[in-house]
Structures are given as C-alpha cells and as structure tokens.
C-alpha cells in the first residue's frame, strides 16, 4: 500500500459519510414531500455541495503523485474533508418528525438560518485550497488564491446577506461549475 492509499483513506471515509447524508437528507425530503416548501436555490446549494464532494475525491486521485507527505498535509486535507462534511449535513432542510410543525421543512428558510452554516463549512474548505495547491500541487499563486478567495467571497455574501440567497446561487453554481472544469 502506497502513502497515498494509507492517507487517503481517511479522506474518503469521510467524503464517504458527506455523500450519504446529504444523499439521506434528500431522500427524507422526498417522502415528507406533501409538507415540504420547496425552493430551487436550496436544490443548487445542495447540489454544489454534492460536487464539491465528488471534486475533492477525484483531486485526492491527482495527489497519488506526491511523492512525500507530511502530517500537516494529511491533517490539512482531513480538516477539508471535514468541513465538506459540515456544509452537506446542513446544506438541505431535515425531518425532524414532529408531524405537527413543518417550519423546518422551508427550504428558503433554512438556507437563511442553519443553511448559512454550511456556508461557513464551505468557506473554511476554501480557506484549505491554498494550502493544497500551493505544497501539493504546486499551482501558481495567483491561482492558487484568486479562486478561493472569490468562491470564499460569494460564501461570505451569502452569510452577511441572506436575502440575496436566491441569486447567490447561481453565481455560486456558476463559480462551482468553473472550479469543476479547472480540476477535471
């Protein structure tokens, strides 16, 4: 077994658990879907979180040419995974089986109040991206900030506007969509 494949177990233990509980949660909106409020800019959050997910597995494949680890790079990535982890746990409303009061099931409202949380998990992955692509990668500068700092930026606009919600979004899916075609 490689140092690769020793490490990047964890991680995908991890990215493993992201997957299955936003992929559950969607799954007990479904059947609860007579009491759900429904909103298509919860759906790109979520759906942004479950790329960012897939992202960060088929990146962890381009690390299997890092020759030599540290512990900080191991912990660096455990702690990006982690915080994927956080924004797909918070990023779609969740049953909470009081049958009585279905407020939690709004979907606008959720992304306004604990839906800004997994925004903030969001913005601590982005806050690991330099990091990775500066030591591992050894990406250019420029870049290696430029684009977190503006994914990270679109990130806090939602956390200090959460009225602007809806067409944060979509630039966000816009900026994910980009990132996705960087890192393909």
Known sequence: M???EYIFIAISIILGLA????????ALLVRA????AFHWATMLWGACIFIYILQLWWVGWELRLVSDW????FFALVIGAIFVYGAAELALPAE???ISDDTELDFLAHSRS???VSAA????????GPYVNLTMFDNPP???FAFPILGGSLIALMLLKPQWFKWLSVLFTGYTILILYLTA
């Open 2 to 4: 490689t140092q690769h």
């Open 19 to 26: 997957m299955a509980r936003l992929l559950h949660n969607a």
């Open 33 to 36: 879907h007579k009491r759900v």
């Open 70 to 73: 540290s512990i900080v790079d």
């Open 96 to 98: 909470d089986l009081d």
């Open 114 to 116: 604990l839906g800004r």
């Open 121 to 128: 998990s969001m913005l601590g992955y982005f806050a690991i």
């Open 142 to 144: 420029l870049a290696s």
